[in-house]
């Protein structure tokens, strides 16, 4: 790809001070960093209107859903972050996701993170992934779980304090600030270098 590569995060928590919307913030400037032009999505910004999906409800004249699929299409790469809810993720990620379909995901690079309360985030991850799967993007091996989230951020800074770009939190854990950095990065790689594989024979 000769063009800028764009990398789209979307954040599954719509908690104030969330861990996981910190974390994306982290892949997100990472990701440009590595040269990609990046959009954040929050699907708790009240700004956004994003209704529970409907399947009798055209996303046309449903709130904000056809501006926001429009940027899912747009995106190159997508980071997608959930907060562990019940051993699976978050309502909003789900709904958000049944929005979404091969039109939006199509040839499109796919990296997870998932946020813990405790010590497991590996079923929302898989869950995440045969989900993505579903409707046709490649997501990365590489992928991020967190647990334990509270110790492993500082105490939520005031915004724009510049700790972690926009994040809420700075990590305080450096093995797993690089893995997530590590998954910004690589979003932006393989979204600049996709059309080798995207192009494969039937
Ligand atoms: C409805 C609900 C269900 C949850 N279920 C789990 C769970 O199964 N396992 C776990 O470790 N934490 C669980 N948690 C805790 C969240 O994973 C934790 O608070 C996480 O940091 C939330 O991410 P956030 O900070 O991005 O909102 C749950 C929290 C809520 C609100």
Not at 41 to 56: N, Q
Request: aromatic content about 8%; charged content about 25%.
């Amino acid at each position: 790809m000769s063009e800028q590569p764009r990398v789209l995060a979307v954040c599954g928590s719509r908690r104030e001070g969330s861990y996981t919307r910190s974390a994306l913030h982290y892949a997100a400037d990472a990701a440009a960093d590595a040269g990609a032009e990046t959009d954040y999505l929050d699907l708790g910004d009240p700004t956004v209107d994003m209704p529970l999906y409907h399947p009798d409800h055209d996303a046309a004249e449903t709130g904000d859903v056809a501006a926001v699929l429009e940027r899912v299409r747009a995106a190159d790469a997508v980071l997608l972050g959930s907060p562990v809810y019940h051993g699976s993720y978050s309502s909003a990620f789900r709904s958000f996701h049944d929005w979404c379909s091969f039109d939006e995901y199509e040839d499109t690079v796919v990296g997870l993170l998932a946020t813990a309360g405790g010590g497991t985030y590996s079923s929302t991850l898989d869950h995440m992934r045969v989900t993505v799967r579903g409707v046709h993007g490649w997501v990365m091996p590489h992928q991020v779980g967190i647990r334990n989230a509270s110790s492993k951020f500082t105490d939520r800074t005031e915004p724009g304090d510049g700790i972690g770009g926009d994040a809420d939190h700075a990590f305080t854990d450096e093995r797993l600030r690089d893995r997530t950095e590590k998954l910004g990065r690589r979003a932006a790689h393989y979204a600049a270098e996709k059309e080798p594989f995207f192009d494969a024979p039937d």
